[in-house]
C-alpha cells in the first residue's frame, strides 16, 4: 500500500511543488489539505481544490478553522492588547500555530504516515509547523522538501512545467500574507533597513477623506457591536471593522523584532481591525479596571504574545494566562468611541456603567468628596516618610 502524506496546502509554488514531487517521484498517496484561518477566499479555496487535483493529490480538503482560531487566540490577545514590540498585532505567527494544529488533526484522523509542508529553513514557520506535529503527531514523518533540498524558485516552477502545470508564479516584488487579523508585507524596501514601504504596496488603498467616529461597544471584553450593529459572529465583527478602518488605511505600519532562530526580522503590515480594536479595547480598559489590574495583566499579556509568536503556544501556562486574561474582563463593558482620518485614528471617550471615572469620591482637579483636607496632608506626610528619613541621614546627597 501507498504511505498517506497531508500535506500543508495553500496553493503556492512551495506546496504546489510538494504536493506534485511526493505524488510522482516518491510514489506517496497525497492528500493536501488547506487550513483556513481567514485568509482564503471562496474563489481562492476553488482554485486551490482545482490545483491540488491537477498536481495529482488523492483528496483536497479545506479545513475551516477561522472561528477557533478567534476563540482560542484572539480573543486572547484583544483581552491582553497584544503588540509585539508595541508594534505588530502578531498576525503571521498566531495563523501558523492553528494551520499547523489542524493538519496534525487531520493527520492523526487519516492514519498518515508524514506530513508536508512548504517552510524554508530560514524563517519562523519552520518551527511552528514542526513543533506542533512532534506534540500532536509524535509518530508521523515530517518532509520539508523546499528546506531539506534547497529548491529555488526557479526549479520549482520548471518541474511543475515540465509535468504539465502551468500557473502563474512570477517572482514579484512584494509577498503577503492575508489573514483575519491582517496583512504582513515581505520583500522589496522592506530589504533595506533606510527604506519606508511606498503606497502602491499596500494591497488596500486609502479611499475616504475626511474623519468620521467608530463606536465599538464591548461585553466582557469581547465586541459585541459596531456603530450599534450587534455581532453574535465575532469574526464576522472584526471582517466590519477591518472594512471601515482598512478605506482609510488605518493599522499601516513597519515591525522590527527578533527571530526564534535568532536573526532580526523585518516585516511590513496592515491591520486596521486589530490597530483599531486593541486601541479602543484598550482605551475602555483605563475606564473600568483598577489601576494594578491592568498593571499585572500587561505582564502576562506580553508574555503571551511571545509565547505566541515563538511558538510555544502548547505551553501549559498559556492556559493559565488565558484564564487570568479571561477574568480580568468581567467589568470591561462599555463602547468606546474612536475618530478615523486618512492613515490614523484617535479616541474620542467611552460610554460604560463600570466607568471609574464616575465616581462620588470626587472629580479629578475639581474638588474631593470624599476626605478632607487634612486628609489629604496627613496622606501626603505619611507618604513621604521613606523620602524624609532617607535625606535626614544623607544630607551631603545632592539631588
Not at 187 to 214: C, F, N, R
Amino acid at each position: 500500500m501507498k504511505k498517506k502524506v497531508v500535506v500543508a496546502f495553500s496553493g503556492g509554488l512551495d506546496t504546489s511543488f510538494t504536493v506534485m514531487y511526493l505524488a510522482k517521484e516518491k510514489g506517496y498517496e497525497v492528500y493536501a489539505a488547506c487550513a483556513n484561518t481567514g485568509g482564503f477566499s471562496e474563489k481562492q479555496l476553488r482554485q486551490n481544490e482545482e490545483n491540488a487535483y491537477k498536481l495529482g493529490a488523492t483528496k483536497y480538503v479545506t479545513i475551516d478553522v477561522t472561528k477557533e482560531y478567534y476563540e482560542k487566540s484572539l480573543k486572547y490577545m484583544i483581552f491582553g492588547n497584544v503588540l509585539r514590540n508595541g508594534t505588530y498585532p502578531i498576525s503571521v505567527s498566531s495563523e501558523r500555530i492553528f494551520q499547523a494544529l489542524a493538519i496534525a488533526r487531520y493527520a492523526n484522523e487519516i492514519g498518515a504516515d508524514a506530513v508536508a509542508h512548504g517552510s524554508t529553513g530560514a524563517g519562523n514557520d519552520q518551527i511552528r509547523f514542526d513543533m506542533t506535529f512532534l506534540v500532536l503527531a509524535p509518530n508521523v514523518e515530517i518532509i520539508t522538501l523546499t528546506r531539506d533540498m534547497a529548491l529555488s524558485r526557479d526549479f520549482e516552477i520548471n518541474y511543475l512545467k515540465e509535468h504539465g502545470f502551468e500557473a502563474d508564479f512570477t517572482k514579484l516584488k512584494y509577498s503577503y500574507n492575508v489573514g483575519l487579523w491582517g496583512t504582513s508585507i515581505c520583500g522589496g524596501e522592506i530589504l533595506d533597513s533606510a527604506q519606508g514601504l511606498p503606497e502602491s504596496a499596500y494591497l488596500k488603498q486609502v479611499e475616504k477623506t475626511g474623519s468620521e467616529q467608530l463606536r465599538i461597544e464591548f461585553k466582557n471584553g469581547e465586541v459585541h457591536a459596531v456603530n450599534g450593529e450587534v455581532f453574535e459572529d465575532k469574526v464576522a465583527a472584526i471582517q466590519k471593522i477591518e472594512k471601515i478602518g482598512a478605506a482609510y488605511g488605518i493599522g499601516r505600519d513597519m515591525h522590527v523584532g527578533d527571530t526564534i532562530i535568532g536573526i532580526k526580522g523585518r516585516v511590513g503590515f496592515e491591520a486596521a481591525a486589530p490597530m483599531l480594536i486593541i486601541g479602543a479595547h484598550r482605551f475602555l480598559e483605563k475606564y473600568t479596571l483598577s489601576k494594578w489590574q491592568q498593571y499585572w495583566k500587561d505582564q502576562v499579556a506580553n508574555w503571551y504574545g511571545m509565547f505566541l509568536h515563538e511558538s510555544q503556544y502548547l505551553e501549559p501556562v498559556m492556559r493559565d494566562i488565558e484564564a487570568m486574561l479571561q477574568e480580568s474582563q468581567r467589568n470591561v463593558n462599555g463602547t468606546a468611541i474612536l475618530e478615523l482620518r486618512p492613515l490614523s485614528f484617535s479616541t474620542v471617550g467611552v460610554e460604560s456603567e463600570d466607568d471609574l471615572v464616575k465616581t462620588k469620591f470626587g472629580e479629578y482637579g475639581e474638588m474631593q468628596k470624599g476626605w478632607t483636607a487634612e486628609d489629604a496632608k496627613g496622606f501626603i506626610k505619611v507618604l513621604s516618610t521613606p523620602l524624609r528619613v532617607y535625606y535626614t541621614n544623607h544630607k551631603d546627597e545632592e539631588i
